[in-house]
């Protein structure tokens, strides 16, 4: 399977099926906290991904005014492939670097995530 079997908009779903699928659910900021975006983004990818029947959104208990969103039975199903989808993506990312490149890699980029999280607005 390659990166090129999925179309872009399929391949950004892919980004919350873990965090959902480990969850169970989440409040609509948490994806938004997730991928460090606003939540009107987020919220029309999950609009998107509700019409595909991918997630679904409930009123969250504890909060009448909050809804949760979890996977559907059918995005569940479709896990394996996305995680392959994924686990492809990163293969063909890092081809031709060494193991010691990688985590070489893999340690510059947590200190950028890491610096990024103590800039405003993030």
Same mark, same amino acid.
């Given at each position: 399977?390659?990166i090129?079997?999925i179309n872009l908009?399929?391949?950004?779903f892919?980004y919350?099926?873990?965090?959902?699928?480990?969850?169970g659910?989440?409040?609509q %900021?948490?994806?938004?906290r997730?991928?460090q975006?606003?939540?009107p983004?987020?919220a /029309?990818l999950? #609009?998107?991904m509700? +019409?595909?029947?991918?997630?679904?959104r409930?009123?969250?208990?504890?909060?009448?005014r909050?809804r949760?969103i979890?996977?559907?039975?059918?995005?569940?199903q479709?896990?394996?492939?996305?995680r392959?989808v994924?686990?492809? %993506?990163?293969?063909q990312?890092?081809?031709?670097f060494?193991e010691?490149?990688?985590e /070489?890699?893999l #340690?510059?980029l947590q +200190?950028?995530?890491?610096?990024?999280?103590g800039v405003p607005g993030?």
């Open positions: 399977m390659s090129s079997n908009f399929s391949y950004s892919l919350f099926f873990l965090p959902l699928k480990r969850s659910a989440l409040t %900021a948490e994806p938004a997730i991928a975006v606003e939540q983004c987020i /029309q999950l #609009g998107r509700e +019409r595909d029947g991918l997630v679904e409930v009123p969250d208990p504890p909060d009448g909050s949760l979890s996977l559907t039975e059918r995005a569940s479709q896990l394996p492939q996305s392959a994924m686990d492809d %993506a990163c293969e990312a890092l081809s031709g060494s010691p490149e990688r /070489q890699l #340690g510059f +200190r950028i995530f890491a610096n990024l999280d993030n």
